[in-house]
């Protein structure tokens, strides 16, 4: 039997506005209240409690669907290749899907080194001050595609918890996507980028609450080399949170001069900022139209040559 209308209508109010959801891929659903482990995770009314139980069930390409509610692991989650994490219910501001880890946890909450792996309306929540990473990124192998959308990383203030964490020197993040989350309560790096850079990326919409002394939102490491800096964009950004007695920086950009402009970073506002909103020059012919709030003139250019 083909698909009829109803089916589409019915299938577009549940996804949203944008496709959310592999239809090739099996369907594993997750429910910490109401589920259990010795399900097979099939429907709703035979879902598994956890997220580790659905993504052994599931293979590459395969979706997760959660109900509302906060899941703790007592080990890090590692996704499998191309699988999908949508939250049942979307609140881009105030996700009903958390996920957490124990004190077992001091490393990473989720560790990806597969490529394709997509995150949609959930919340990364520190939960112990032994945790190091909320997620982690090609730290194993190269990956390709994966990314973020209406997600928010929260560090719960705990000591020293970096949102997202890409910057290993050997293994490459291509092509990751990060867009409308909010970064919140997090004491270390929001995005932390290494020497390899992150090739293809695009960074958007996303807001950068920087509300803890001494944070950082994005750090980049030396981009000098064309190869490690190539085709990224950090663009339509926010960054909030900043005061006047703190040493919070926007965006810190490490090494010498990178005159190849290999990637753009545009479009940026930052709120009052009492170090700097971007370390400008090291990236001169990259940054295009980024702002700092300003009381006399409401808001003043930081980019190069101003």
């Not at 209406?150 to 291509?174: E, L, R, W, Y």
């Not at 989350?181 to 270390?188: H, V």
Request: charged fraction near 15%; aromatic fraction near 8%; glycine fraction near 10%.
């Amino acid at each position: 039997m083909g698909i009829t209308n109803f089916d589409v209508v019915q299938a577009n109010q549940f996804l949203g506005p944008t496709p959310q959801i592999n239809p090739f891929g099996a369907v594993w659903y997750v429910d910490g209240t109401n589920g259990s482990d010795s399900n097979n995770g099939k429907s709703p009314s035979s879902a598994f409690s956890t997220l580790a139980a659905a993504i052994s069930a599931g293979v590459a390409g395969d979706n997760i669907i959660i109900a509302p509610g906060t899941y703790s692991s007592a080990a890090s989650l590692v996704p499998k290749a191309r699988q999908f994490f949508r939250a049942a219910v979307i609140n881009p501001r105030n996700p009903t899907v958390k996920i957490t880890a124990t004190s077992a946890v001091t490393s990473d909450m989720v560790q990806i080194d597969v490529s394709g792996c997509a995150f949609y309306g959930i919340e990364f929540l520190a939960g112990d001050d032994a945790l190091t990473n909320l997620v982690d990124i090609a730290d194993g192998a190269d990956v390709n595609g994966c990314w973020f959308h209406s997600c928010v990383f929260n560090g719960a203030d705990k000591a020293s918890v970096a949102a997202i964490q890409m910057d290993d020197a050997t293994f490459i993040p291509t092509g990751i996507l990060i867009e409308q989350c909010l970064f919140r309560d997090l004491t270390g790096t929001m995005i932390d980028v290494g020497v390899l850079g992150m090739p293809y990326a695009l960074i958007r919409r996303n807001q950068f609450a920087l509300d803890a002394n001494s944070a950082t939102a994005i750090a980049l490491a030396d981009t000098t080399a064309f190869a490690t800096g190539k085709g990224y964009a950090i663009v339509d950004n926010d960054f909030t949170g900043f005061d006047a007695t703190g040493d919070e920086v926007g965006i810190t950009i490490a090494g010498t001069e990178n005159t190849t402009g290999a990637g753009i970073i545009a479009r940026n506002y930052f709120a009052f900022i009492a170090a700097a909103a971007i370390t400008i020059d090291k990236l001169s012919k990259s940054e295009v139209n980024n702002y700092v709030g300003d009381a006399a003139t409401g808001g003043t250019l930081v980019d190069p040559g101003t």
